[in-house]
Structure formats: C-alpha cells, structure tokens
C-alpha cells in the first residue's frame, strides 16, 4: 500500500516541482529520490507498516509474492533513473511531466501487483496505459511516435474493451469480482458466462504483455517511442502485467485449468515462435529488441501457464534478470546513432566496458549459463515440467532459445570481431561504474538464483 500511495504522491510531486524548480537538470534528482522513496515504502510494506493498513473491504490482497514483486520492480526502475534519467529530460521541454508520469505508472502496477478484485485491476492496467500513450508521443517532432502513439491508443482502447467485456461475463457467470470467490461461486448453469470471460480476459492481458498474436502493436510502438520510453516499457511496465496475469491465474482460475491451459500453450508457441523467428530477419538492433520482447513475454507466459510455486520464483527470477539486462543494453542503446548491426562494429575498441557489459546482457537475454537469464528460463521451463502437461511445448521453447542465440550474439559479434570506428558516445564515470554493477548483479543472480528467490519464503 505505500509504494501505491507514494508514487502517486510523488507524481503529483514532480508535476508541482516543475512549475518552482527552474532548473531541468534537477528534474532527474527528485525522480531517483522518489524512487529512494518507493523502495523504502515498500520495505515497511514487507515488515507489515503501512501508512494505511486497511485493504479496503478485501479489494487488496498484500500477499509476500506481490510485495517482493514490487520490490524488484522499484530496484529496476532505480536502476532505469540513474541511467537513463538524462535521456528522459533530453525527450522534450517537459521533464518533470515525464517523470511525473512515470511514478503514475509505478502507483498502477501496485494496484495489479495487490488487487484482489476485478476492478482494482482494470484500474490499475488503465492507470499503466494511458500515461504510455502520452509517454509514447512525448517528443511531438518525431512524425514516426505520434503514429505509434495513436496506434498504441487505439488499439489499446480496443483491449480495455475486450477487458472490461470479460469481466462483466465473469460476473455474471459468478455474481462477484473478488479473484478467489469466481471459480468458487461459478454456477455450472452459467459455465459459459466464466469461460468466455477468462477468455476475454486472457486476450487483453496478452495484448498488454505484447504476445502473440496479440502482439501487432509491439514493433511498430517500440520502434517509434523515443528510445528512453521503449526501456521503461519493455521492461518494467511488461513485467508488471505480468505479475497481475499470473495472480489471476493462480488464485481465481486454478481449479479449471482444462477450460483455458490448452489456450495458453498455444499462445506461447505461437509468442515464442513469431519472437524469435521474426527477430533473426531484423536490421535494426531497436527493432530487433522488439521482437525479442515478444519471445521474453512467451518464457514469461509459462509462469502463467503452471501457476505452481516454482512459477512464481521463476517469474520473479525473470522480471529481475530481464529487466536489468534490457534496461542496461537500452541505456547504451538511447545514446547512439545509429541502431543497425553495422553500427555496433568496433563498439569494443572504443568503449571496452561497456561492450563488456553489453555483452552480459545479451548473454543474459539469449540464456547462457552463469548469467540471471539462464536460471530464469529453467525456473520456468521447470515449472511448466511439474505442472505435467504438454510436453512439446517445453521442448519447443527450448529450441527458440536456440534460435535467440543467433540474433543476440550478432551484436557481440558486431562489437568484437567487425572492423569499424565505433560510435562515439558520451558517458560519465558514474554511467559507467552504474553499468558494472548491472553486470554484477546479472552474474550474480546467474551464479546464486537463491539469492532473490530464497525472499519468497523468508517471514
């Protein structure tokens, strides 16, 4: 409940911060303190002090899963300030604006991350998409953004309908939006009002997490956004639909995983098979992290598909391992030129740290041993395996791992072993010490997973 009240605050904070601060350089300063804020809000929120305790009338559930959640997601955007904070002001004339939106966003995936009711969780996606459609056309002299934006709106709308369509079929199937009471209150004569809703439902959660074939938007408003916008959407608002997705899942629909489990392998393999596929045909690395996002979200759909409790480590797991590296490689990303292959060739010889560090995260990315991304794809792939069913998929998602590994190590290949110039880029000694830790803490949770995850059964 704190980190929802005070993004919130906070938010307001950085609107009214823009109009007396003159200085926009100081816009960046009060952004990683209200993440400071954020992250220290939710730490009493995990030793049970909140600024109110009510979970008004059951409507948020302060469950450890959803909490430690959001601790990860703060750490991510801790990270995301510090690095690419600077970009965010160079967008536009309005960075405090920017920022503001920003902790708006943070105050919804709170509420998806907590709710424990229908509607607290159509508010809080509506609260994480209408600032990303502002976010997306925030620089108003790049024809190609405000294209994606009124894309990214539209279709986004035509989501929120689907949504709010299935839930209203849940009710009427169960007579409540509480998650737990849905599958337990459903009446066998109105069975079909529930599936249809779960249906509806899992099409506007998938469409917000960009799978397939719900995934149409993805490139054209990755592409488009400001670069800067494209880290923070790809990253932590993704994974933060995820953890309301899985919660869904988990806690309303267990019990009738023969109504909607063939459905979600179906569009695993088919993210997973459009990702990976489409990724290794790109030209531009931004584009191509595009696609890569969609075949992430297909791992990250196999939490959602075995909802078990090696599910919900190996989400966690993931949300921190995909979130550092894509955070970290777009970082680097928003302060070049040029975004094909070729303009990555020599990347090595001019700036060693960070290719180094940009390596660790593709590696991450693509799954390689001794990097977070790997023990996150075996968590996940672990728990589609205990949830014992549909075997081929597991072996499939093996196999598009395969194939990541050829457009990711592209760019490492481009770094390395390309003659070039190598672009030049300015950084500071604190970008580059920020980057270092990123590849820690990737190395780190690659080596010692139990790290995060052993946080789930700490009291």
Excluded at 97 to 111: H, R, T
Excluded at 208 to 224: I, L, N, R
Excluded at 451 to 458: A, H, R
Aim: hydrophobic share 60%; proline share 2%.
């Amino acid at each position: 409940m704190n980190l929802i009240l005070i993004s919130a605050l906070w938010g307001v904070v950085m609107m009214f911060s823009g109009l007396f601060i003159k200085s926009r350089t100081a816009a960046k300063t009060v952004a990683v303190a209200g993440a400071v804020a954020l992250l220290i809000g939710n730490i009493f929120d995990l030793s049970g002090k909140m600024i109110i305790s009510s979970d008004f009338k059951g409507m948020l559930q302060y469950e450890r899963f959803g909490l430690i959640f959001l601790t990860v997601l703060v750490i991510a955007l801790l990270v995301y300030l510090l690095l690419s904070g600077d970009e965010v002001m160079a967008v536009g004339k309005h960075p405090y604006e920017y920022f503001a939106l920003i902790f708006f966003i943070m105050s919804g995936a709170g509420l998806v991350a907590l709710f424990n009711n229908l509607l607290i969780l159509f508010i809080g996606i509506e609260i994480i998409s209408i600032p990303l459609y502002i976010l997306t056309a925030s620089d108003k002299r790049n024809l190609k953004g405000n294209e994606a934006a009124l894309k990214y709106f539209l279709m986004g709308s035509f989501s929120t309908g689907i949504m709010l369509l299935g839930i209203a079929f849940l009710y009427g199937g169960s007579g409540s939006f509480r998650v737990e009471n849905i599958a337990v209150a459903a009446n066998e004569s109105y069975m079909i009002f529930t599936v249809i809703g779960i249906v509806m439902i899992m099409i506007a959660l998938a469409f917000k997490v960009s799978a397939a074939p719900f995934h149409f938007w993805t490139p054209d408003v990755y592409d488009g956004a400001p670069t800067v916008f494209t880290s923070f959407m790809a990253t932590i608002v993704k994974v933060a639909v995820f953890i309301g997705f899985l919660n869904l899942f988990a806690n309303g629909f267990a019990g009738m995983t023969g109504k909607w489990q063939l459905t979600i392998s179906i569009i695993i393999a088919l993210t997973l098979f459009i990702g990976n596929i489409t990724a290794v045909y790109q030209q531009s690395v931004k584009r191509m992290l595009a696609y890569s996002s969609i075949a992430q979200a297909g791992f990250m759909m196999f939490s959602v598909f075995a909802i078990n409790d090696l599910a919900k480590q190996g989400l966690l797991l993931y949300a921190a391992a995909y979130s550092l590296a894509t955070i970290g490689i777009f970082a680097i990303l928003s302060k070049m030129k040029d975004y094909t292959f070729d303009g990555f060739n020599g990347f090595a010889k001019k700036q060693p740290v960070l290719a180094f560090v940009l390596a660790v995260c593709f590696f991450s990315l693509a799954g390689i041993p001794a990097t977070a991304g790997f023990f996150a794809k075996y968590y996940v792939l672990a728990a589609a395996v205990k949830a014992g069913a549909y075997l081929w998929l597991i072996i499939f998602a093996v196999l598009m791992a395969a194939v990541s590994v050829y457009y990711y190590f592209r760019v490492i290949q481009a770094m390395y072993f390309k003659d070039g110039e190598g672009q030049e880029i300015a950084v500071t000694p604190a970008f580059k010490a920020i980057m270092v830790v990123v590849a820690v803490l990737i190395i780190a949770l690659g080596l010692l997973p139990n790290l995060l995850t052993n946080f789930l059964t700490l009291y």
